[in-house]
Antibody, heavy 119, light 106 residues
C-alpha cells in the first residue's frame, strides 16, 4: 500500500525557517517524480514544487522561488521541503504527493502537515 | 501561467442527480487535465487524469471529457459519498495550476 507521511510542520515567526519531511513507503520511491502542494485555510490547492527522480530537475511556483528548496534522499525514501524567509501567506497545509505514471498529476497524497507563520 | 476557471463555485444537488462541473483553461492544454475530489480535512483524491481516464478504483459514475480549453467532470448519479469539493488541475506546463474548486452540497 502506498503511504506518504508528512512531518515537520508547526508555528514559526515571519522570516523564520522550517523543514518539512515526507516518508514514503509501499512503492519504489526512486523511480517517481514527487511534489509538494499546499492549501491555505479555507482556500484551494496550490502546487508548490516538483522534483525529478534523481533530483536533477526541480520546478517551483514563482511565489516560493529563492525561498523554498525541494530535495530528496532516495536511500531514505524521503522527500523534503526547506522553507526559508517564511511569510504569513505561506500559512497552509502542505501535502506531499507522488506524480502519476502518465503525466504530471498526483496519484497519491499524504495527509498533510500544518505550517503556520505568525508572530 | 495557465489560469484554470471552474464553474459553478458551489452546486446544490440531491442524491441521484446528474451533476456536471466545468473547467476552462486560459490556453490550450490538450488533454493534460486531472480532476480531484477533496472532503473536509482530508487529502485530495485523484479521480480522472488525461481529461477522461478513470483512475483505478474510482466508481464508473464519474467521467471526464473535453480537450483544448474546455473540460467537464460528470457524476451520472450523485451518491451520498460524493458531497465534496472538486478541483481540476492542468499539467500541460509549469507552473502546474488548479481551478478554484466546486463545492457540491445538498
Amino acid at each position: 500500500e502506498v503511504q506518504l507521511v508528512e512531518s515537520g510542520g508547526g508555528l514559526v515567526q515571519p522570516g523564520g525557517s522550517l523543514r518539512l519531511s515526507c516518508a514514503a513507503s509501499g512503492f519504489t520511491f526512486s523511480i517517481y517524480w514527487m511534489s509538494w502542494v499546499r492549501q491555505a485555510p479555507g482556500k484551494g490547492l496550490e502546487w508548490v514544487a516538483n522534483i525529478k527522480q534523481d533530483g536533477s530537475e526541480k520546478y517551483y511556483v514563482d511565489s516560493v522561488k529563492g525561498r523554498f528548496t525541494i530535495s530528496r534522499d532516495n536511500a531514505k525514501n524521503s522527500l523534503y521541503l526547506q522553507m526559508n524567509s517564511l511569510r504569513a501567506e505561506d500559512t497552509a497545509v502542505y501535502y506531499c504527493a507522488r506524480k502519476g505514471t502518465a503525466g504530471r498529476y498526483s496519484d497519491y497524497w499524504g495527509q498533510g502537515t500544518q505550517v503556520t507563520v505568525s508572530s | 501561467d495557465i489560469q484554470m476557471t471552474q464553474s459553478p463555485s458551489t452546486l446544490s444537488a440531491s442524491v441521484g442527480d446528474r451533476v456536471t462541473i466545468t473547467c476552462r483553461a486560459s490556453q490550450s492544454i490538450s488533454s493534460w487535465l486531472a480532476w480531484y475530489q477533496q472532503k473536509p480535512e482530508k487529502a485530495p483524491k485523484l479521480l480522472i487524469y488525461e481529461a477522461s481516464s478513470l483512475e483505478n478504483g474510482v466508481p464508473s459514475r464519474f467521467s471526464g471529457s473535453g480537450s483544448g480549453t474546455e473540460f467537464t467532470l460528470t457524476i451520472s448519479s450523485l451518491q451520498p459519498d460524493d458531497f465534496a469539493t472538486y478541483y481540476c488541475q492542468q499539467y500541460n506546463s509549469y507552473p502546474l495550476t488548479f481551478g478554484g474548486g466546486t463545492k457540491v452540497e445538498i
